[in-house]
């Protein structure tokens, strides 16, 4: 998905913190999901 924006310094920025939270909240439902299969086929 592209996000139209200004290429200012601080936009960088902004996207980058954007992008490293994004990340880290993939993770964490990845993680959740990988941890609720185990937990569904240990029955």
């Excluded at 998905?1 to 880290?24: D, G």
Aim: charged share 35%.
């Amino acid at each position: 998905m592209l996000i139209p924006t200004n290429a200012t310094r601080q936009e960088l920025l902004r996207l980058k913190k954007r992008e490293i939270i994004a990340v880290r909240g993939h993770k964490l439902l990845k993680d959740r999901q990988e941890q609720l299969l185990r937990i569904l086929l240990s029955y």
